[in-house]
């Protein structure tokens, strides 16, 4: 999960060296968190979080094929 979601922010941000991604795993649920420069937080969470929503989708279909949940953290 943690490389899917490290995949897509690199590809959507200017800066891909600056994407940070860190994942907490649990019993059930992963949360992960992800950070990228601050100018390209605009660009990860998009217009009315459109972009952070289908990112989140992408990563629940995922992570649904595994049976277990994760939840994506966009880090300011």
Known sequence: MKELVKYIAQALVDVPDK????E????????????????????????QGKTAQAIRMILSAASAKMHKRAVLEIIE
Do not use: C, F, N, P
Request: glycine fraction near 10%; proline fraction near 0%.
């Open 19 to 22: 994407v940070e991604v860190k």
């Open 24 to 47: 907490t795993i649990g019993e059930q649920t992963s949360v992960i968190e992800l950070r990228v420069a601050k100018e390209d937080l605009g660009k990860v969470i998009g217009k």
